[in-house]
């Protein structure tokens, strides 16, 4: 089947968030700027979501983080002195990490009310056609990247397409959780969603991880601002509402995923992408057989 639909124009990342888990390191630098190997993990993203063909990118920002939107400017100065230093690899590096014009919207988020808000308060901005959500907390490694690999999914199924794997049951707690449906390959439908169910409540072990493919339709189910777990507006509450009378899958992506917004997480994944980077993998094995 391919019902030819929409294409994904837009992502929106939530960038909001306090970063508590990682304090002091985040007490005036923003978690999405701890580095993973040679680049902070909201650039992980945004060039997941871009080599992903997404045209316009939406950060659902808060107070303290505008050091996330200056990241991605033109530095004229510093690419001078690379230049006059004849660093020539290093620019290209630095001019890879620039948004072209017209590419980055900012809204805020005032008030931490739950991911189903933030996802909210770019609904302006998204309008009326489908959209990406891409959380930075959640990096995985793999060509093609793990959005572009739900693109095709969502290529052939339309609808909404959300990054499933499994995880052990005592952690279904800190995810949201699919009713399983239909098995397709590496896509399965989804017949159910519930948002961190204590294990022994959990209709199945698969988790969302945080990827989403969404439709418009998703604004008006969370425009309720109705509460659910951990007294948050929840999008999983609010996907929910959309089973039934849309299609929705969930994709088995293909690549290794970690969760940095846990410190281990973020120490997998930067042994993981140092390991794998040739200009230091040799060194980084040193050290740690060293330790
Ligand atoms: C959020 C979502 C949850 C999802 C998770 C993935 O939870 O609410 O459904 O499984 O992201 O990282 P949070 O990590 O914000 O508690």
């Known amino acids: ?32 700027m701890l580095p993973i190997n040679d680049r902070p993990l909201i650039q992980h993203v945004y060039e997941e979501a871009r080599d992903a063909g997404i045209e316009e990118f939406i950060f659902v920002t808060g107070r303290y983080k505008n050091m996330l939107e200056e990241h991605f400017d033109y530095q004229p100065e510093l690419e001078q002195t690379l230049k006059a230093r004849g660093k020539e690899d290093m620019l290209a590096v630095i001019r890879d990490s620039e948004m072209p014009e017209g590419k980055l919207f900012l809204t805020r988020q005032p008030k931490p009310l739950g991911l189903g808000h933030a996802v909210w308060c770019a609904h302006k901005l998204i309008g009326d056609e489908p959209f990406a959500i891409i959380l930075p907390d959640d990096i995985v490694s793999h060509e093609p990247g793990c959005l572009a690999q739900m693109i095709e999914t969502y290529n052939e199924y339309g609808g909404n397409v959300v990054a499933v794997k499994n995880v052990p049951r005592e952690e279904t707690k800190k995810y949201g959780i699919l009713d399983i449906g239909e098995e397709k390959g590496d896509a399965v439908a989804i017949n159910g969603l519930v948002e961190k169910p204590d294990p022994k409540d959990a209709p199945s072990t698969l988790s969302i991880i945080g990827r989403y493919i969404l439709q418009p339709e998703i604004f008006e189910h969370l425009a309720a601002f109705e509460r659910g777990a951990g007294n948050e507006v929840q999008l999983t509450d609010a996907m929910a509402k959309l089973l039934g009378n849309q299609a929705f899958h969930g994709l088995r992506f293909k690549g290794q995923h970690f969760d940095c917004g846990s410190r281990l997480g973020f120490i997998a994944a930067n042994l993981a992408y140092s390991l794998k980077d040739p200009e230091i993998s040799d060194g980084v094995r040193e050290i740690l057989n060293k330790l």
């Open 1 to 32: 089947m391919n019902v030819n639909p929409k294409p994904v124009r837009k992502a929106v990342f939530p960038v909001a968030g306090l970063g508590t888990r990682f304090l002091p390191a985040t007490k005036v630098m923003p978690k999405e």
